[in-house]
T-cell receptor
Framework: DTGVSQNPRHKITKRGQNVTFRCDPI?????LYWYRQTLGQGPEFLTY????????KSRLLSDRFSAERPKGSFSTLEIQRTEQGDSAMYLC??????????FGPGTRLTVT | GNSVTQMEGPVTLSEEAFLTINCTYT??????LFWYVQYPGEGLQLLLK?????DKGSNKGFEATYRKETTSFHLEKGSVQVSDSAVYFC???????????????FGKGTKLSVKP
């Protein structure tokens, strides 16, 4: 069990650019979650996959955001036309049971 | 949907002091309750959980009891160490159907600093 990994750990981009983040969950976990965390706040849910199916998306996930989990293993989160308000820590979590999620170290995005 | 209110910090304690971080919730039914910890520069780690009323979750000297009468899940530790300095988050499933999605809602977090 190598835990949940996320890449990159840090990303600095200019406003208007597209960025893509990757999450590799714990291998046997079929559930995968994306959260966003801003400074001084708790994580906020963005979207959820069970295997390859994206089953729920938060209102926070605007049209500029898209997530995929093509083979039910790793997942990617893409943000198009980034805005300064997108600056945050993007956290990925996975689980096997309906609760007890295991989080990765996060990707910190800074939009300049 | 469910909600959680967590004592805001920061909290500064001396080593070996007693710690309490308050967490109250509103929920339909009796969802599982969680405490997560986030060390500087890292992601969240599950610290402890309780799955039903009157359950006590414990780990690394931390404890929290699921109190349905007071809708609380306060985090306690009898003697904190410098290494406990971190941000602590109370969490529960977003709605009564959390059993199918499991999406969590988190409190705002309480930053704990322990001085030697």
């Amino acid at each position: 069990d190598t835990g949940v990994s996320q890449n990159p750990r840090h990303k600095i981009t200019k406003r208007g650019q597209n960025v893509t983040f990757r999450c590799d969950p714990i291998s046997e976990h079929n559930r995968l979650y994306w959260y966003r965390q801003t400074l001084g706040q708790g994580p906020e849910f963005l979207t959820y996959f069970q295997n390859e199916a994206q089953l729920e998306k938060s209102r926070l996930l605007s049209d500029r955001f898209s997530a995929e989990r093509p083979k039910g293993s790793f997942s990617t989160l893409e943000i198009q036309r980034t805005e300064q308000g997108d600056s945050a820590m993007y956290l990925c979590a996975s689980s096997l049971a309906v609760d007890e999620q295991y989080f990765g170290p996060g990707t910190r995005l800074t939009v300049t | 949907g469910n909600s959680v209110t967590q004592m805001e910090g920061p909290v500064t304690l001396s080593e070996e002091a007693f710690l309490t971080i308050n967490c109250t919730y509103t929920a339909t039914g009796y969802p599982s309750l969680f405490w997560y910890v986030q060390y500087p520069g890292e992601g969240l780690q599950l610290l402890l959980k309780a799955t039903k009323a009157d359950d006590k979750g414990s780990n690394k000297g931390f404890e929290a009891t699921y109190r349905k009468e007071t809708t609380s899940f306060h985090l306690e530790k009898g003697s904190v160490q410098v290494s406990d300095s971190a941000v602590y988050f109370c969490a529960l499933p977003r709605d009564r159907y959390g059993g199918s999605q499991g999406n969590l809602i988190f409190g705002k977090g309480t930053k704990l600093s322990v001085k030697p």
